[in-house]
Structure formats: C-alpha cells, structure tokens
C-alpha cells in the first residue's frame, strides 16, 4: 500500500498536476456583463453631465433654397468621387497587370535571377558554411554584416518605442487598465496546454535553423508569441514572475553583446583569412556548422525579447 | 484505379473545404451585425480548414508530413474558436446597439420581456 508523503503538496507530481487542473478557483460571474454595467453607468453619467450644456438651437439663417443648392454641389462632388474612384482603380490595376507580362516565366532558366551567384551559395555553402538550410548559412555568415544589423535595429526600435510610452514607476498599473485579472477561463484553459508547447516549437526552430527552415528570427517570433499568449492568458504578473523587468534587460542586452562578439570574431577571421578555432563538424548534425548555432540562439532570445515588449509596453506602458 | 479512387477523394474533400470556406466569405460580407459574421467566418475556420487539410493528409498519404498537417488542425482547432470567443466578448461588452441587434421575431428573450 502506497503512503502519501509529507511533503506532497511541494513535489513535483503535485505542482505540475495543479499547474495542468488550474491552481486557482473559477470567478464567481463571468466578468463581460458587469463589465457592460460599468460602460452602461459611465454613459449615463456623460448624459447626465451634458443635459446642462444643452442650448436650445438657433434659428438657421440660411434660406431653404441655398442650402438645397449647396447640398446639390456636395452630391455631385460625391457622385464624381466614387466614379473617379473606380476609374483610377481600374488604371492602376491595368497599369501593374501589363507590367506583370514583361516579367519572365515562373522558373524559366534565363531569368537574371537565376546567375553565377545563387550556383555558387548552393553549390558551396554546405561546405562553407557547414549548413543544410542555404538560407541561414547565406543569412548569418555570407550576409553576417546585414543581419547584424537588422537585429541592432530590432534594439533600436525596442528603445525608441520605451522613449514613448514607458511610464514612471510610481505611474506603472500591475495589470493593463480595463482589463480583469486573471482574463477568461477559455482562454485560460487553452493557455494552459498550448503555452508549453508553443515555447517547445520555438525552441525546435531555433536549434534547427541551420538544418531545417526557420532560424533565430523566425524561432524568435513564435517564442515571443508564447509570452505573448501567456500574459494575455494569466495577466502580467504572471509573466513576471518567469520574465520581469531585471531578466528582460539581462536577456536582450546580454544577446546582443555576445552577438557582437561573436560576429566581430566572425569578420576578423574572414577579412584576414585566418582559419576560425570553431570546427564547422560533420553536415547534418545538430551541433555543427560553427558559430551560426549559438548565433540563431542569440538571434532568436532578442526577436522574442523584442516581440514581447512591444506587446507589454502598448498594453500597460512597461514590462 | 486506386489512383483514381484516391484522386477522387482528395478533390471531394478539398472541394468541399473550398466551398465551405467561399461560403464563409459570402456570409461575411452579407451579414450586417457583428456576432453574425463571426458566426460566418467561424465556419472558414474550423470546418473549411480542416476538409482542405484532410485532403492534403489524404494526398500525401502516411509519411510525417502528414502527421504535421494533423497537428496543424489541432492548433486551429485550438486556436480558432478561442479567439472568435474573445472577440465576441468584446462585441458584447463595447457594442452600444448591443440589444437592438440581438432581438428577433421569434424569440424576444429576456431582454424583451423586461421592456
């Protein structure tokens, strides 16, 4: 015969059991109507406030017969806007489809994309780069310099947006305004199963990047999309509590200064022809094709970060 | 032959998938209230996606392609009907002409009976 232990409540079984039947009670209404209620009021009271302001209308001093000839003005400029609209519709989209018939066949061998450059990545870049995927080894090492900078702008974005909406501390709500706390239980229920899984894919994606489609920015997004669900599931502190202010800054500073680094060395050592220290390993395998492993990782934790913040600092002004 | 069985199988349902989902968008733009399209684009949803992804299931036969398209279901299944429910929460907690849209002739309701 099995024995409860004494310290159930705080193992592991228990935790995720609680964490997968839902730890806290359902709310005793469901929070839409009173939420109505509250719009209802608050509309009443504008009523209210706006019946002392009311002034009793003045006598219209135009005649009947001007205003009717300026009603006609308006109703042939409005005629004349909807057929000049459709006119120009209909220009433009001839314009672009007689365009379109100067463009070569969809695959045709003698279109000018297809030139000594993309046969040189495809024929090279496995063992250059040491990556299935062309497109990220093409990304991150051929085109290293311009991905490092779109993920510099990601940073910069981040900042420009905090510069406008980041509020004060003292100012700063827990939870968005107008919003419940906890939100919906549906939407709760749901949260609950495909949160994991959604971090679970991400994560599939980034460490794949260099072996299937996806890589940093791609993985990046749909980790981002996770936080995303699972603060408009649980509320804000619950995000908090895994991913607050303190562990945003580490991640997202952190990310782009050990990129830099890595990219830095990256440039070094192809400017000078220098051999690099990291082996590029064997085609195929999880962990190999160099740098551009770590680097996807580094990639993926800023677009997520990014991601994130965006959605918080709109919603409540801070993270 | 039994290409031309599974031929016949794919197009059926892909067929249908697409008819469901022009339906969809018929009834989207020929509504006028709110929850009423919704009730419309529900279907493109959940019932037009998953015929058109059982058909491709059924076009690219057991392999783990398959199996991914089988799991894409799932998470519309999952994700769908969750967002419409919020968004119809949202109609019902902003609309101002909230009650006048929802009457009919057959049922007055509760909020008939009260006015």
């Known amino acids: ?23 806290d009670e359902l709310p005793e209404k469901d929070y839409m109507p009173d939420f109505r209620k509250q719009i209802d009021i608050e509309k009443e009271e504008d009523e209210k406030a706006t019946e002392h302001y009311l002034v009793p209308p003045l006598e219209d001093p135009m005649s009947d017969a001007k205003r009717y000839a300026e009603m006609s003005g308006l109703r042939w400029f409005r005629r004349l806007y909807s057929v000049m609209a459709v006119l120009l519709c209909i220009a433009i989209s001839a314009l672009l489809i007689y365009n379109v018939t100067f463009m070569p ?67 700063k709500p827990e939870e968005a305004v107008g919003e419940p706390v906890g939100g919906d239980v549906i939407l709760r229920t749901i949260a609950r199963v495909l ?29 981002g999309a996770g936080l995303i669900l699972h603060s408009a599931a ?35 050592t192809g400017a000078n022809d ?27 934790a800023e677009v997520a970060c990014t991601m994130y913040a965006f959605y918080s600092l709109f919603r409540k002004g801070g993270i | ?28 733009f020929k509504f006028r209230f709110a929850l009423n399209r919704m009730h419309a684009a529900a279907m493109a949803d959940t019932l037009g996606i998953m015929l058109i992804l059982c058909g491709l299931i059924v076009a690219t036969g057991l392999h783990f ?13 999952c994700a769908g009907p969750v967002s419409s429910h919020l968004l119809a929460g949202f109609e ?3 609309s101002s002409k909230f009650k006048e849209n929802c009457e009919s002739d057959t049922d007055p309701g509760k909020d008939g009976k009260e006015e």
């Open chain 2, 65 to 77: 392609a398959s199996l991914k398209l089988a799991l894409i279901i799932v998470l519309l299944w």
């Open chain 1, 105 to 171: 066949r969809f695959g045709a061998d003698d279109s000018p994309m297809n030139n000594e450059v993309t046969e040189r990545y495809l024929e090279k870049a496995g063992e250059e780069t040491g990556t299935v995927n062309v497109v990220t080894g093409l990304i991150l090492q051929y085109r290293g310099f311009d991905t490092f900078g779109e993920t510099h702008v990601l940073f910069i974005a981040t900042i420009a947006v905090m510069i406008l909406l980041k509020m004060k501390k003292k100012d």
């Open chain 1, 234 to 268: 649980f509320g804000f502190s619950a995000t908090a509590r895994f991913f607050d202010e303190k562990i945003y800054d580490i991640i997202k500073v952190g990310s782009l200064v050990l990129y830099s680094m890595l990219i830095i060395y990256y440039l070094f």
């Open chain 2, 92 to 94: 019902v907690a902003t």
């Open chain 1, 1 to 23: 015969m099995s024995r409860i232990r004494s310290n159930y409540e705080k193992s592991f079984r228990a935790r995720f059991l609680r964490y997968i039947m839902g730890e």
């Open chain 1, 195 to 223: 949160v994991p899984l959604i971090f679970l894919f991400g994560f599939y994606v980034l460490v794949n990047g260099h072996l299937s489609p996806g890589g940093g920015f791609s993985g990046g997004a749909v980790i």
């Open chain 2, 1 to 28: 032959m039994s290409g031309w069985v599974l031929f016949g199988v794919v197009a059926i349902l892909i067929v249908c998938g697409l008819a469901v989902t022009a339906i969809a968008a018929f009834g989207l």
């Open chain 1, 274 to 300: 220098i051999d690099s220290i990291v082996p590029l390993g064997k085609l195929g395998n999880i962990i190999s094709s160099g740098l551009i492993l770590p680097i996807n990782i580094l990639v993926g």
